[in-house]
């Protein structure tokens, strides 16, 4: 008797993950669309101006880097030029690698190695 083996179905898979980028990139353009109504085109870093023919080089930046953080207000957007919101990324990467007093230094979120995280505790005893 031939045993079955559980293989996923790829054409449902494939469908799964279509969707989900549909679904990102359409949140994408809401996010973009918004920000580009409540703001002026101008990024808020270097102050280059935008117009039509070149707003495409004008990105939407979450303040708090979470692309899901989106209030309709645009309290968590800055509209950045591709090059300040890439040197903008750069920084948080750096500061979240090396320490830093980026503002934008990722949360230590308990992960990682801690020598001696218990041991005043175990002094004590």
Known sequence: MAIKKNTPDMSKLDRIVIEARRNQEERDRGYRE???????????????????????????HHKNHNHDDNPPDGSNW?????????????????AGTYGGS????????????????????????
Do not use: S
């Open 78 to 94: 800055e509209l950045l030029c591709l090059y300040c919101h890439d040197e903008e990324h750069r920084r948080y990467i750096t």
């Open 34 to 60: 918004q920000a580009l109504k409540l703001f002026p085109w101008i990024c808020g870093r270097c102050a280059r101006e935008f117009d039509l023919k070149n707003v495409r080089e004008l990105t939407v």
């Open 102 to 125: 980026n503002t934008d230094k990722p949360k230590n979120n308990g992960g990682g190695n801690r020598a001696f995280a218990d041991l005043a505790a175990l002094l004590n005893n």
